[in-house]
């Protein structure tokens, strides 16, 4: 099955990384994210290793790779976005009410 390129996917069979990870179907590879946006997590959803040297090793991993990973990505990503907001709104109204106690 070929995938076509778009906004959700696109494999870039000239990259002379191609695939970067190990992979039984090539043709499924998503390259569109090609460094995970998901790394910055602790808990990125995939297989990614801390190593003792502090850098998580993805290799093993294909979350971001595979056909749906663009939702996948984007679906954790506007989590993530959400639950920051939350955090601000939160912050804001703990500083409004102690301002009105002063």
Not at 14 to 39: A, G, I, S
Not at 47 to 67: E, F, N, R, T, W
Not at 78 to 98: H, L, V, Y
Request: hydrophobic share 25%.
């Amino acid at each position: 099955m070929t995938i076509p390129n778009s906004h959700r996917f696109f494999r870039n069979t000239e990259c002379r990384y191609f695939p970067c990870h190990k992979t039984d179907r090539p043709e499924e590879f998503n390259c569109l994210f090609c460094f995970c946006p998901l790394y910055f997590l602790d808990d990125c959803g995939g297989q990614g290793v801390l190593l003792d040297s502090g850098i998580k090793d993805c290799s093993g991993c294909m979350v971001p790779h595979a056909p749906d990973g663009y939702d996948l990505v984007m679906s954790r990503l506007r989590g993530e976005f959400d639950a920051i907001k939350r955090e601000s709104a939160r912050r804001t109204q703990r500083e409004t009410e102690e301002k009105g106690e002063e």
